[in-house]
């Protein structure tokens, strides 16, 4: 089972991903966690990113394509996998299709939570993390016991220097512009669109229902 999870900054990608991954007994493949990862590791690839990701940029796709091609290929992936941020743009949407075919893999089933612009920025400007755990929270609906600090090892939280709003008004836009015909180009009929403004767990219930779906066509 391969999946596609789309859908704007802030939309619950990464909660619904990580139910998915146990649903389904697949591996989460973030792309901007391994991009935030690398950055703070210090690597060559974490050099080329930090600077593109602060400003709410798109890393270069001939790079992305490289790290998730190596990715897929590892072990972990042969019973399927789940991507989280990528394909983001048409070329990655159509050098993914080629990898897939190389591979001898099925396309994927592709989902789309959707969210208005607003309540997007509204989210994303409560969000905090853990530096250590990588714990995500939000300060309106999910805030840690104690104001400021990780529930699991007590490290203070911080804001990603990608959820200031400057920044997520131009990582929407970027996402408006480029992602946007990613699935046009995948298409409608092949495109399952989930309401993400819906309650976590609806979400998440509505999310397993396209999947199934379109597994047994
Ligand atoms: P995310 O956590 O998915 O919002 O990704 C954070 C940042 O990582 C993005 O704003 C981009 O700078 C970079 N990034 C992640 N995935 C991709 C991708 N598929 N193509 C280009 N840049 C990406």
Not at 29 to 57: P, V
């Amino acid at each position: 089972m391969i999946l596609l999870l789309f859908g704007p900054p802030g939309c619950g990608k990464g909660t619904q991903a990580a139910h998915l991954a146990e649903r389904f007994q697949i591996p989460v493949i973030s792309t901007g966690e391994i991009f935030r990862a690398e950055c703070k590791a210090g690597t060559e690839l974490g050099r080329k990113s930090c600077g593109i990701m602060s400003g709410g940029g798109l890393v270069d796709d001939g790079i992305v394509n490289g790290m998730v091609a190596a990715r897929i290929a590892r072990p972990d992936c042969a019973g399927g996998f789940l991507l989280d941020g990528y394909p983001r743009t048409v070329p990655q949407a159509e050098q993914f299709a080629a990898m897939l075919r190389e591979r001898g893999l099925p396309g994927p089933t592709v989902i789309h939570l959707d969210v208005a612009e607003e309540a997007l920025v509204a989210r994303l400007t409560a969000r905090r993390q853990c530096p250590k755990c990588l714990r995500i929270y939000n300060t309106l609906w999910q805030p840690p016991r104690q104001t400021g600090r990780c529930d699991d090892d007590g490290e203070p939280l911080i804001t990603r220097e990608d959820d200031q709003e400057a920044v997520i008004r131009q990582r929407l836009a970027a996402y408006r512009e480029l992602t946007g015909p990613v699935l046009g180009w995948y298409g409608d009929a092949a495109v399952r669109t989930v309401d993400g403004a819906l309650p976590p767990e609806e979400v998440t219930r509505a999310i397993e229902n396209a999947v199934l779906q379109t597994a047994a066509r």
